[in-house]
């Protein structure tokens, strides 16, 4: 099967890799939100007597972050963000999220950045930092002319305690700032990279916002909040702030974001795909050619997390799947009167994508089986439905940050089983070097049982996404 797989992954690279960069797209009209998890808005309950005396002391020191089109000077997407620094003639240093940004990041000549303090005045601001992994970002404000320095707040340096009552901040749907109180209930297990868990209500608008403990201190930087659950909302910690903004201060000025932006999301998908071909025997630091690759640095909290290829039994049939810490796995059937033929499900995800722009993410993976047995239904029906176009027709819809995809297929003989192999890839158009997979594996040496199998990779090198589907491949009996 591998060699086969090899053939069909030289035709891709050489149709996937001749894409010329194309001008930038209209702005998608954004709404400030964290991408990751877009929830229902959660009510804010009636702050206590400390979260109103902590927002009268520190609201002065918040700010709206506006993203403007420059062409109709009207904002696209809307955030919080939160002074750090006022050096007076060299301007002021704040904090938000990168996906605030983002869209400035990555068309900076079709946008600018506008700050609307507790005040009534408009600040001009610009972009020196980002941290794609962990969403922050750090803007410089023009200085203040003509008034007393703008107050800013400290970060804290001790750890948090588990249970602590800690306060966010920020100005959600554009009805005003004020205060979310809530628990710190430790970090959370279930991420690649470490974040906070903040039992208290985020909404949209808030993104970028200070969450602060009771002197005042910043801990942590609001990113998102938990869809379906009531008051399940997340920070990032404020230590990775704090190094964002030692490189910050150092850093000359830069105009073009896209080459660092590409540079952190293939760190991104080389530490993703080395906990994924973290085999004994294997170093994951290198490439097939032993040459070093980039990864992203571990977290101290997620160093132990575990995700990898595995195998489980389905209907009696071994088929190549997820497990660790940081994968979840989930399965449905459907059989009855009303349906001539049994349909079983196995889906299982490593949710580590980082979002780019839009609906544009990088790290994802998924593996997907359907399982087919005919019982009632004419041959010709039964394989109508198990028809491999049925299977990777998802893969092929538009989007354009994304080239038209290429694909190649082939019959393989696995350990049990022949299956039709088909493989597509598509580039990313801003981002050099990173593409999109799509395997789509089903059994075709039955006609009354159909085995469909698909692994989805987002945002992967070549290299990597051919180490990938190898892996899985190779576990198809």
Known sequence: MTSILRTILVYLIVGCTVFQPVRAQPQDKGSGVDPTARPAQNPLPIPSASARDLFSRYKDRLVQVRVLLKSANEQSSLG???????????????????HVVSSLAIYPEKFQIELRPTSERTVKATLVAVDVIHDLAVLRAEPLTGSSAWPAFDLRDSPL???????????????????????????????IYEQMLFSGALNS???????????????????????????????????????LLERAWQAPPRKEWRTEIG????????????????????????????????????DPVVANAKAGFTSQTMSGRIVPTLDGSLTKCWA??????????????????????????????????????????????ATAQFLAIASPARASSSFTSGDSE?????????????ALHIYRVAICVKAFKKFEGIYDFNVSANQVDDARERMLSTLTLRGVSFENGNRLSNMFLERLQ
């Open 80 to 98: 919080s963000g939160f002074v750090v620094r006022d050096d007076g003639p060299n301007g002021v240093w704040l904090l938000t999220n990168y």
């Open 161 to 191: 305690s588990q249970g602590e009552r800690i306060f966010s901040l920020g100005n959600p749907l554009e009805l005003g700032f004020l205060i979310s109180e809530g628990i710190y209930n430790g970090p959370v297990e279930s991420r």
């Open 205 to 243: 608008g808030m993104s970028g916002g200070p969450a602060i403990d009771e002197a005042g201190r910043v801990v942590g930087v609001n990113v998102a909040t938990r869809r379906g659950g009531q008051l399940l909302a997340f920070l990032v910690p404020v230590r990775y702030a704090r190094e």
């Open 263 to 298: 540079r952190q999301l293939i760190a991104h998908q080389n530490f993703v795909a080395g906990k994924l071909l973290d085999m004994p025997g294997t170093n994951t630091n290198k490439n097939d050619a032993g040459k070093k690759i980039q990864t992203a640095k571990t």
């Open 332 to 377: 449905g059937g459907r059989d009855g009167e009303r349906l001539r033929y049994e349909r079983d499900t196995l889906d299982c995800s490593l949710r580590s994508e980082l979002f780019v722009r839009g609906n544009l993410y990088t790290g994802f993976l998924s593996v997907r089986h359907i399982l087919l047995r005919n019982d009632k239904l």
């Open 402 to 414: 994304m080239t038209p995809d290429e694909c190649r297929d082939d019959y393989v003989r696995g």
